[in-house]
Every structure is written in C-alpha cells, then in structure tokens.
C-alpha cells in the first residue's frame, strides 16, 4: 500500500512538472489574445477619434500618437454652445480643435483620459469601467454624473463582458499621461422647444 501511494505522488509530481508549464503558456497566450483583441477593438469602434488629441495640417487632422487617448488637453480652450447657435446659426453641435471637447444641449463635454495614470483611469477598476459602458454614469456609479455625447456609451453596453475586460486589459498597457481634463460644463440654457 505505502509503495502505491508513493508510485502515485510520483507520478502525480511528474504530471504536475510536465503540466505546469503547458499551462503557463496557455495563461499568456491568453493574455496576449485578450491584449489583442482590446488593441483591436480600441481601433475599431473608434476611441481615438476622440480621446486623441489631434493635429492640425494640410488635409484632415491626424490624431497625436504621443498623447494617444489622453483625452481633452489640461487647459486647452473649449467650444461654448447656446440656444441661439441653433437657431439663427443652425448649429446643434460645436468641437475644439484637437476634437476633445465637444458642446451642444448638453452643455460641453470633454473626451477623458482612458490612459492609466492616476488622472485618467489609473484610480478606476476593471469593474467601474465596464459598469460605467454598461449604464452610461461615470465611473459606473448609480448616482454618478451622465456620460455625455458624442461618447456612445449606449451601443458599447451591448459589448460583451469578455470584450470590455479585453479593452480594459489593453488601455492598462498604454503610457500613462498626466493630463487632468476638466469634467463637464453645464448647459447654458434649455435647448430650443424644451419648457
């Protein structure tokens, strides 16, 4: 009996050391999919069109790769929108020039810093960021303050649960960037039609 069980830790010990590594292989071929796909899905559903700052140039503006999703410059100027500007300028929207700060009925918004210093995601959780996709509230927080346009936090709630923690994973491996963007400014005044 005593030479059974060591003839099975034995072979167990073997499994285990021949195992381990597979395994560890798996974990970050894992990791680097997930990587991947958070890589991939940052580009395609468009995260730098505004987090990014962009650069002014002959022929459309290019977004500022050495300020990649930064978010609205710290002290950069931003538009102001009134009632009037859409009815005698027909204007429902109006964007500064680096495309991070956009305002409207809403009153203006500015694109956030998605990089992982502590003035941009660095003091969130994975789980705050896929709550904050998922109901629209900053932080993910049920009292928090709205997510304002043009973020299309409602098409993103239908994202799978694997895909933001893939996106999260991913915006975790950019260079942090200290940039404190300013949090949004109220309307100046209901929109035209609203009592």
Same mark, same amino acid.
């Given at each position: 009996m005593q030479k059974r069980k060591k003839i099975?830790?034995?072979?167990?010990l073997l499994a285990a050391t021949w195992l381990w590594p597979q395994n560890q292989a798996v974990a970050e071929h894992h990791e680097k999919t997930q990587l991947e796909r958070g890589a991939y899905l940052t580009t395609i559903l468009g995260c730098h069109d505004c987090h990014t700052p962009k650069l002014m140039q002959p022929g459309p503006p290019q977004p500022d790769m050495s300020r990649a999703l930064s978010g609205h410059p710290e002290g950069a100027p931003y538009p102001t929108w009134m009632p009037a500007d859409l009815m005698e300028g027909h204007t429902l929207v109006k964007v500064n020039p680096t495309f991070t700060a956009f305002a409207g009925p809403w009153?203006?918004? *500015?694109?956030?810093?998605?990089?992982?210093?502590?003035?941009?995601?660095?003091?969130?959780?994975?789980?705050? *960021?896929?709550?904050a996709l998922r109901t629209g509230k900053h932080q993910g927080q049920p009292n928090g303050r709205p997510i304002l346009p043009p973020m299309p936090w409602e098409v993103y709630k239908a994202i799978t649960d694997d895909d933001l923690k893939a996106m999260w994973a991913y915006l975790q491996t950019m260079k942090p960037i200290a940039n404190k963007v300013p949090t949004p400014v109220p309307p100046a005044g209901p929109p035209p039609g609203a009592e």
């Open positions: 099975t830790l034995g072979l167990l009153g203006v918004s *500015f694109a956030i810093n998605l990089t992982p210093d502590k003035t941009g995601l660095g003091e969130w959780t994975e789980e705050a *960021f896929v709550q």
